[in-house]
């Protein structure tokens, strides 16, 4: 199937792209909206993380396509005011709208992001796509920090441009691969989320730990946050076999059901039952916040995915012509 690109990145997302490449380092290159950050990580507005005084919104420059779809990946900026409740099914009518969409290509970001802004039509009229922010309840099948070599997760690697390709755990996306039913193991189900970098709460680095893992198993996780497109990436075929990208000399893709992901997360919570039909996601009693989960399992402390245990202030980067600003002069 022969797809085109999409769409221009609203008005907050757009003025991203216009920082300077260059910028103090007493200052953060990666800039907000001129309001507190949303959802929970409202307090951490004030408390930019290394990858803030290192990388801009727009991460590594490869082209303009790529810049935006970067600037958007990276995007705090998406109204909360109403968050629209989305299940498996929502994914597949997005992904199927997509893929009848002319105007988007496979593999690589469109010059033009539009035709991504309002997709489909919801059934109690609402028009859904990206930008738009979203809860989904599911279950983790896998969590993991990506673009992260596993036995030199320092030296080796390119890292993502995103990320201004910096290599080490704390300067990439945390990759999360959510089942609907507990029992659905099939990646070619997946729904992907992400926890970007960029001003994440220390808890949320941790939730790929395998102190984890065997919760996460039995008790659903609500994910809150921005409706994106990863054009960059191919899903699965509607028989279940991974995609291959005709961007990247036809290598296999990763499995997923679509590329719409919920990225950046702005929340994260924990159902307090292991029964999906007890974990409503508009009944608040049911759930509490990711962050609590440390103290709810007695845990004195957690332990970081094994190549997340390296780590530096200092990071290498593959992107062309970076340079990192030193430490000692950030306050």
């Known amino acids: ?6 769409m221009g990145v609203g008005g907050c997302a757009l003025a991203l792209l216009l920082l300077p490449a260059a910028a103090s380092a007493k200052k953060t290159k990666f800039m907000k909206c001129g309001k507190p950050l949303p959802l929970q990580l409202k307090p951490f507005t004030r408390k930019p993380q290394r990858i803030d005084y290192l990388c801009r919104n727009s991460g590594c420059h490869k082209s303009t396509a790529n810049d935006t779809q970067n600037a958007m990946k990276n995007n705090f900026c998406a109204p909360t005011n109403r968050i629209i409740p989305v299940t498996f099914q929502t994914f ?3 992904r199927d ?3 009848r969409e002319a105007s988007i290509t496979i593999g690589e970001p469109p010059p033009s ?3 991504l802004a309002n997709i489909i039509k919801l059934g109690d009229g609402t028009m859904l796509g990206e930008g738009k922010t979203v809860v989904f309840v599911g279950y983790v099948l896998d969590a993991r920090h990506s673009n992260v070599d596993k036995d030199d997760p ?5 890292g993502e441009s995103v990320q201004c390709n910096l290599l080490g755990c704390a300067y990439n996306d ?17 729904i992907v989320a992400e926890i970007v970098p960029h001003y994440r709460p220390p ?3 941790l939730f790929d730990s395998p102190d984890y893992s ?4 039995t008790h659903p996780v609500k994910i809150t946050g921005q409706l994106f497109y990863d054009d960059s990436h191919v899903a699965c075929t509607k028989d279940g076999k991974a995609g291959f990208n005709p961007a990247r000399n036809n290598a296999k893709d990763f499995e997923r059901l679509a590329l719409w992901e919920i990225h950046p997360i702005y929340a994260i919570d924990v159902c307090k039952n292991t029964d999906r039909s007890q974990c409503d996601a508009a009944d608040a009693s049911a759930w509490f916040p990711f962050t609590d989960l440390q103290s709810r399992l007695g845990l004195a402390s957690v332990t970081p995915a094994e190549k997340c245990k390296a780590t530096t202030d200092n990071p290498k980067s593959a992107c062309p012509g970076f340079t990192a600003p030193r430490k000692k002069h950030l306050h």
């Open 214 to 217: 065997a919760f996460f198993k």
């Open 174 to 190: 945390i990759h999360i691969d959510l089942t609907a039913d507990v029992d659905d193991r099939t990646p070619c189900h997946s």
């Open 1 to 6: 199937m022969n797809r085109q690109r999409v």
């Open 113 to 115: 992001r539009a035709k």
């Open 92 to 94: 597949v009518d997005l």
């Open 203 to 205: 808890a949320w680095d």
């Open 154 to 158: 320092l030296n080796r690697g390119n």
């Open 97 to 99: 709208a997509a893929n």
